[in-house]
């Protein structure tokens, strides 16, 4: 595995909990 497809990877896995720790907070504060 190159270090590009790694990076792609880590990017693509941090954009979604970063959407998945957004939707919950919202919805923690705002049900």
């Known amino acids: 595995m190159t270090n590009r497809v790694l990076l792609v ?3 693509a ?3 979604l ?3 998945l ?3 919950l907070f919202a ?3 705002c049900p």
Request: aromatic content about 14%.
């Open 17 to 19: 909990v970063g959407r």
């Open 9 to 11: 990877l880590v990017l």
């Open 27 to 29: 919805g923690w504060f």
């Open 21 to 23: 720790g957004v939707s």
């Open 13 to 15: 896995t941090l954009a």
